[in-house]
């Protein structure tokens, strides 16, 4: 039996470096949001050939942003309005030929209340998940501990996301607020696999310590954990490595969620059980 | 399970390959007849209700193509008791708008979101937005006005001045716009008829005036006035101008569609062509394929015979999945599809726990089927726990009675309802089929 218990300090020291720097992350550089949230107007064209004239068309637009795609450019800013939008489209057209693919103009009225109702969404969340692994494991501890294992990969997600949109400039879109949303759903449910165990084993009493039970259940389930990861990691790398562009960076949020999920569950989630029942007793 | 329930599934998988299929024609050899295997579309009438089962999956805009378009509608200066009716009117009057523009099945939706109300437009494969907008944004006001004369005094001239004044006679009352051709100079000519109350109006209006114009305005500006001849009693009337078959068209259509009752904003608008809609289409579900069946390699090779049962079980979930996709007329986008390869992680994950429950007890029990039946019965509470889990964060997601301090977007959705459906569908592939299998091959009663 392996005693994963013994080097939580370890799990819980790494983990609170990577929330510090991802929240150092997010304080310093923020994000990049996409127009669904801070309104305006986006361009996207297929170009076949070389993109670096165009880019140098752009300087002169100070507002607007260039982005070299693997078909063509995109182009975006928020101050981009209708009226905005036409002539430009006009002069890529001539000067370019470029075809245009898709075109988006979204007023700025839509936004802050998306993000409200999101953030509603994601506390409405924790509190079902934290109510519902109470009431159905008959404890709070395992309730609370699921929780904190949630914020936890919720936490690193975010972070990683703000490092990524600061050097990749990768967006913070709808699709992105859905992968935060899953993952929150994904880590409590490998949580809860660990947790059935865990029960399981204080009913059969094999084990009387509360250490023992709960590094036997890692033990029982770890296989489970390892082989459920590869299978989910296995359809989104086809998703990221062969599927459509737009929904790539989206598979790599899953992607990082299943890992910090898979991660969280026996080295974070079960360890904050185990202090909680330790100091109830 | 016994021999019924085994003929039932079969059934069930049956008609399952037989909804995902195209449209079928089979032509009987020999003869000319042909056979339908396959309709377009069917109609069951339940209840009364009409229902139809269109033989083809429904894209999103993002992977057919299209355009979304929101409109807010303003109510600032209607009364709070008007407010109801007059954005419900609105709604109707802008999908007649829309109905003009000849897009198949286009979504109009009205979206309550705090105070705020506004019309979502989704337009499949439409190539020229701008033309909607501006179809959808027109207010035509129709309204009929007397001639009336006044004295100017300026210094010592005097002289008289026409105008016209508004009557009663307004585009409320009419029931009907058609385009028609003066009979002479072929010319295009929109005559109007009517309802009721209008027919009324118009009757008195024109025992007033006669001998005298009565001009027809069209938003405010003059369009005709011609001498009324004699009291009208039949609620006709017809507008003569100069304007072309293309504009007397779009008149009709927008008299008849009548006025919003509210101004409307344009707030978003978004495009995809068609062929980044195909690509992502392409791209999604060759990854799609390829995903599955390198999950199901996976699982043979570290499960061996019950690995191949997982593949089974997995191949019934795709087929069920595609199944209740067109059956149920889901909508499906791209953040649908990622739901649903998502959902199928999941539904590997009740296999998973299964047969690492049964390596388990087969290790302590040497009695193989009954170490089957213990594992199997030991996953069972973990696999319920954590898809409720997930079925009620779904739930949240969807959105199901449109809270406004909810998300309540579209790409959220999509995703949510193809997610529940996998976790559904996973139980019942990956529990009770392989339940089955299980059951059948170690001959347990």
Redesign the interface.
């Known amino acids: 039996m392996i005693d994963f218990l013994k080097y939580r300090r370890f799990y819980f020291l790494l983990s609170g470096l990577v929330i510090v720097v991802g929240l150092f992350s997010v304080w310093r550089f923020g994000f990049e949001y996409s127009i669904d949230f801070i309104g305006g107007g986006l361009i996207?064209y297929?170009y076949q050939k070389n993109t670096e004239p165009v880019k140098e068309l752009f300087k002169q637009y100070e507002d607007l942003s260039f982005q070299k795609t693997n078909h063509g450019f995109i182009v975006k800013g928020t101050k981009l309005d209708?009226k905005k939008a036409e002539q430009l489209d006009k002069k890529i057209k001539q000067k370019y030929q470029a075809?245009?693919?898709?075109?988006?103009?979204?007023?700025p009225?839509?936004t802050r209340?998306?993000v409200?109702?999101?953030i509603?969404?994601a506390l409405?969340?924790v509190l079902?998940?934290l109510i519902?692994?109470a009431l159905?494991?008959k404890s709070w501890r395992f309730g609370l501990a699921a929780v904190v294992a949630l914020l936890h990969d919720t936490l690193i997600l975010v972070g990683i996301w703000s490092i990524l949109s600061h050097l990749f400039g990768v967006e913070v879109d709808?699709?992105f607020?859905?992968s935060v949303?899953?993952i929150?759903?994904?880590s409590?449910?490998?949580t809860?696999?660990i947790f059935?165990?865990i029960r399981?084993e204080e009913k059969q009493g094999t084990y009387q310590d509360t250490k023992d039970i709960i590094n036997w259940s890692l033990n029982?389930?770890m296989?489970?954990s390892i082989?459920?990861s590869?299978?989910?990691l296995?359809?989104?790398?086809?998703?990221i490595?062969?599927?459509?562009e737009?929904?790539r960076w989206?598979?790599v949020a899953?992607l990082i969620g299943?890992l910090l999920g898979t991660y969280s569950s026996p080295f974070i989630a079960s360890p904050v059980y185990y202090l909680l029942v330790k100091k109830g007793k | 399970m016994n021999k019924k329930k085994w003929a039932l599934l079969a059934l069930l998988i049956l008609f399952s390959v037989w909804a995902v299929l195209p449209l079928l024609l089979v032509t009987i050899p020999y003869t000319e007849k042909e056979i339908t295997l396959k309709p377009e579309e069917i109609k069951v009438s339940i209840f009364g209700k009409e229902l139809n089962f269109q033989n083809k999956i429904r894209l999103g805009l993002?992977l057919q193509g299209g355009s979304h378009l929101?409109f807010?509608l303003d109510t600032n200066k209607l009364l709070k008791e008007n407010v109801t009716e007059a954005t419900n009117a609105a709604r109707d009057i802008i999908e007649k708008r829309v109905n003009f523009f000849g897009v198949a099945e286009p979504q109009i939706f009205l979206l309550k979101?705090?105070q705020k109300y506004k019309v979502s437009v989704d337009l499949a494969g439409n190539k020229n937005?701008q033309e909607a907008i501006k179809l959808i944004g027109r207010t035509v006001q129709l309204d009929f006005r007397e001639y009336q004369t006044k004295k100017v005094q300026q210094g010592t001239e005097s002289a008289v001045v026409p105008y016209f004044v508004p009557s009663k006679l307004t585009g409320q009352y009419l029931k009907k716009a058609t385009l028609v051709f003066d009979q002479q100079t072929g010319k295009p000519q929109i005559s109007l008829l009517f309802d009721e109350q209008g027919k009324k109006i118009f009757a008195t209006l024109t025992k007033k005036n006669i001998k005298k114009p009565l001009a027809i305005f069209l938003d405010n500006q003059l369009l005709t006035a011609p001498v009324v001849q004699q009291e009208i009693k039949d609620g006709k009337a017809v507008i003569t101008g100069e304007f072309s078959i293309e504009e007397a068209k779009e008149l009709v259509n927008s008299l008849n569609a009548g006025a919003l009752p509210v101004p409307i904003?344009?707030?978003?608008?978004?495009?995809?062509?068609a062929?980044?809609g195909k690509?992502?289409v392409q791209?999604?579900l060759?990854?799609?394929v390829?995903?599955?069946l390198?999950?199901v390699v996976?699982?043979v090779g570290?499960y061996r015979k019950e690995g191949v049962v997982a593949g089974i079980s997995l191949g019934l979930y795709a087929l069920f999945s595609l199944a209740l996709y067109k059956l149920l007329g889901i909508v499906l986008t791209?953040?649908g599809?990622?739901g649903f390869?998502?959902s199928?992680?999941?539904a590997?994950?009740a296999n998973?726990?299964i047969y690492?429950r049964i390596k388990?007890e087969k290790r302590k029990i040497n009695d193989q089927p009954r170490a089957v039946r213990t594992g199997f019965f030991?996953a069972l509470?973990?696999i319920k726990?954590?898809?409720?889990?997930?079925l009620?964060?779904?739930l949240?997601?969807f959105?199901p009675f449109n809270f406004a301090?909810?998300?309540?977007?579209g790409?959220?959705r999509g995703?949510a309802l193809t997610?529940a459906l996998g976790v559904i569908l996973g139980l019942f592939t990956g529990v009770f089929i392989t339940k089955n299998i299980l059951w059948k091959i170690y001959k347990i009663e």
């Open positions: 996207e297929n209708k075809k245009k693919k898709r075109f988006e103009l979204v007023g009225s839509v209340d998306n409200i109702k999101i509603n969404a409405l969340s079902v998940i519902y692994i159905s494991f709808v699709l607020v859905t949303l899953t929150m759903s994904f409590v449910h490998d809860i696999v059935d165990q399981e029982l389930t296989a489970r082989n459920n590869l299978t989910i296995l359809m989104l790398s086809a998703l490595v062969l599927g459509g737009s929904i989206f598979a899953l299943t | 993002d929101l807010l979101d705090g937005p904003k344009l707030l978003e608008q978004k495009t995809v062509e062929t980044l690509e992502n791209k999604s060759f990854a799609g390829i995903g599955l390198s999950v996976f699982m570290v791209m953040s599809i990622a390869i998502l199928v992680g999941m590997v994950d998973i726990l690492e388990e030991r509470s973990a726990s954590a898809n409720i889990n997930t009620l964060i779904c949240i997601l959105n301090f909810l998300p309540q977007f790409a959220v995703f997610l």
